[in-house]
């Protein structure tokens, strides 16, 4: 719709919310995204400063502000200067580690809210070294704007390959066939048996996870451990840690183990936070002069849970930012998704091919229900009846209750650039959930980018479970090539 807003009759532009979007601006759920991208040369922040000039207006997330009721998009003039912050940073305040300036850097910023009289979002060059680029730069934005995916989007139409500057790089990416291939040819009366089992299975395992959700919502709380935030987490300032790994690595194992890319990283996941935890319950057992001569140190009956985001867009793959901002696209941009409750197996095992196994069943399990689907419904259910509070408290009770959250994204296959600045790496993370670890996987241009957001008063090493995820992987290659399967 449109309405007169100034004394000159001025026609703005207003639109509604989505339901996830109306979610987020909650106090309960102010969640931010914040994207980390390493440049291979020093950044020019002119070229930044030309390109926003021309292209923000044709975002309207980007170029319109939230109404005082927070329930409404209203179109504004974008003054990109103030959207793009450069500072001017001493050499001496750098020191020798331009890593550590640049991570002290980030996590101050997560202490500073976003300016709501303007678009939500701002974009910070920082011209330091690091280990591994020549500038970072930062782009932060309110998690209404729109999720990961259509984030990601944006940055790719923003983009192109290194190699061909004439074309983007969008992958491609495909919903598995649910239906196992050598079926299709049998009988119509096979066809039909599965069938009913399928839709028994799906109908069951949809009512366990909605009772298991329902729980969570009441009093199902995930055990308290050293890696176990609390309700004031999100207030605390988040510190972002990154390692890389070889995808390569990751697709031997899954087709050695016949799996997806998720499960390998499920049981990477699990694997490394077993090790972790052990490690620091060992040590607290030294402390209290608690000997044995058992090498697991880990409580019994560990209930360890993660969120695991979950796209409900019918077209999975990336599209250009053209056709997801079209009406009926089906890969539209916006808040999209919904989140499954994954049951951890935290545990050593003398075998690291039964952390895989273990992922690669509770992901087939999880996939064959509606848990994701029947959330986001909930929640559009209860917003437009009790209001965005009781949704909000709806969407954030799990978070609370769980131990941490999970994501992968798939990103460019090929080297990127940004106006002729090459693009060494990309690390998509949040904060302010009530959570203390935060895990997000992203693809880029043939390796794995880990990246965690950590509570630091909670979790001081986070590097260390990095160093686990790593050894994990490397173990799981091991046994693998050991018995053949490579």
């Known amino acids: 719709m449109k309405v007169r807003i100034s004394k000159e009759e001025e026609e703005v532009e207003e639109q509604p919310l989505s339901p996830m979007a109306r979610v987020f601006q909650s106090p309960e759920v102010d969640y931010c995204a914040v994207t980390i991208m390493g440049f291979k040369t020093k950044f020019c922040p002119d070229v930044l400063l030309d390109a926003l000039k021309h292209n923000v207006s044709k975002h309207p997330r980007f170029s319109t502000k939230l109404s005082e009721d927070g329930a409404k998009w209203i179109e504004t003039q974008v003054n990109v200067e103030d959207h793009v912050i450069v500072p001017n940073i001493d050499p001496e305040e750098i020191g020798e580690d331009g890593q550590s300036f640049v991570d002290d850097y980030i996590s101050r910023l997560t202490t500073i809210p976003l300016d709501r009289s303007r678009p939500l979002w701002d974009m910070h060059i920082l011209n330091v070294k690091t280990s591994d680029a020549e500038a970072v730069g930062v782009i932060r934005s309110h998690h209404s704007l729109g999720d990961g995916m259509s984030l990601i989007s944006l940055m790719l139409a923003c983009t192109h390959k290194t190699s ?150 019918s077209d999975i793959g990336f599209k250009p930012l053209a056709d997801m901002m079209t009406k009926d696209s089906k890969c539209r941009w916006g808040n999209y998704f919904s989140f499954i409750i994954l049951p951890f197996s935290i545990g050593l095992q003398t075998d690291p091919l ?133």
């Open 354 to 486: 039964v952390y895989l196994k273990i992922s690669k069943s509770t992901m087939a399990r999880k996939k064959h229900s509606y848990h994701a689907a029947l959330v986001y419904f909930i929640i559009k259910i209860i917003l437009k009846v009790f209001g965005a509070k009781a949704a909000a408290a709806i969407f954030n009770r799990p978070v609370v209750n769980l131990t941490t959250c999970v994501s992968n994204v798939i990103g460019p296959m090929e080297e990127i650039s940004f106006r002729g600045h090459p693009i060494a790496y990309i690390a998509p993370s949040n904060y302010g959930q009530s959570q203390a670890l935060l895990v997000h996987y992203m693809s880029y241009a043939g390796k794995m980018i880990i990246s965690m957001a950590v509570d630091p008063t909670v979790i001081p090493d986070p590097h260390k479970i990095c160093d686990d995820m790593e050894e994990s992987l490397k173990d799981m290659k091991a046994a693998l090539s050991e018995r053949g399967l490579l």
């Open 164 to 313: 061909d500057p004439d074309n983007t790089a969008i992958p491609s990416l495909k919903r598995r066939q649910t239906v196992p291939h050598g079926l299709i040819k049998q009988s119509w009366f096979l066809r039909f048996i599965f069938t009913v089992g399928s839709t028994t299975r799906l109908i069951w395992n949809t009512v366990v996870d909605m009772l298991l959700l329902l729980a969570t919502i009441l009093f199902l709380v995930d055990t308290k451990t050293p890696l176990k935030g609390g309700a004031d987490v999100g207030r605390n300032p988040t510190r972002f840690y990154r390692r890389t790994i070889s995808l390569d690595d990751i697709k031997l194992i899954k087709n050695s183990m016949n799996m997806t890319i998720n499960d390998v990283l499920l049981g990477v996941t699990q694997a490394a936070l077993s090790r972790y935890l052990n490690r620091l319950y060992g040590k607290k057992n030294e402390e209290e002069g608690v000997l044995t001569s058992n090498q697991n140190h880990l409580p019994s009956k560990l209930r360890f849970r993660a969120g695991c985001t979950v796209n409900l867009r």
